[in-house]
């Protein structure tokens, strides 16, 4: 279709149009998936769109305030903390009109009358906590397995914890749901990866040639948002 379209004119496939083809895509890399010909025949020019700073995303708040909410319901600062958050969150426009929506509701839930500044933090308390249950649903099995294992090193007030006792009580956990479980290796890359979505975190210490290099584990979100995303796993224990 791609090397096709631009042609379609030349190759007399349509005669009382001008054909253009405009692609849309969060994949930075795609061109480089196609074909030398297709990449000749589209003749294509770049376009980037640069993700929304706070100005920005506050204008797309104020249009949508208009339509949701009703005059004076937003206290003065509302809107700009939800685009400040908004903008430190990647620019996503989606996040901050999320943000607000939810801020909405908490307000509402309170019986307030308007707004505030205050109802948009508790938003996005719940609004993180409903990401992090909801990456941890969307994890593998065994990096489940490994967070569970850290989790209930915390719940015992043993953290922050060395990787070995980390892969230790995985194994134990993996063993009491009947699996097989992976290498350590693996396990060390689960908890960079959980590391990376912000849902622990690891600290390397170094005790020179005698003590050797070894990281340590703890969780940065709150148990009871990991048991939520964990509720799978734990009401099939």
């Known amino acids: 279709m791609l090397y096709k379209l631009p042609r379609a004119r030349s190759n007399g496939n349509i005669s009382d149009a001008k054909l253009g083809v405009i692609g849309i895509s969060n994949d930075l890399d795609f061109r480089t998936t196609l074909s030398s010909k297709v990449r000749s025949s589209l003749c294509e020019k770049e376009v980037s769109f640069s993700a929304y700073d706070a100005d920005e995303l506050r204008l797309v708040l104020e249009q949508r305030e208009r339509v949701a909410f009703q005059d004076d319901v937003l206290e003065e600062g509302v809107l700009a903390m939800c685009a400040a958050y908004g903008a ?131 969780l940065e979100q709150s148990v009871s948002a990991v048991r939520s995303g964990l509720s799978t796993l734990l009401e099939s224990a």
């Open 88 to 218: 430190k969150d990647s620019g996503d426009a989606r996040k901050a009109l999320d943000l607000l929506l939810e801020a909405g509701d908490v307000a509402r839930e309170r019986g307030s009358d308007v707004v505030t500044e205050e109802h948009v933090q508790e938003a996005r308390e719940r609004v993180q906590t409903d990401q992090v249950v909801e990456g941890i649903r969307k994890y593998s099995q065994h990096g489940k397995l490994v967070l569970y294992a850290l989790t209930l090193l915390h719940e015992r007030g043993e953290t922050p914890v060395r990787t070995r006792e980390v892969v230790d009580t995985y194994h134990h956990v993996a063993h009491s749901e009947g699996v097989s479980p992976v290498s350590e290796r693996s396990v060390r890359d689960y908890l960079g990866e959980l590391a990376q979505l912000g849902i622990t975190s690891s600290t390397e210490h170094n005790r020179g040639k005698g003590g050797g290099k070894y990281n340590e584990h703890q």
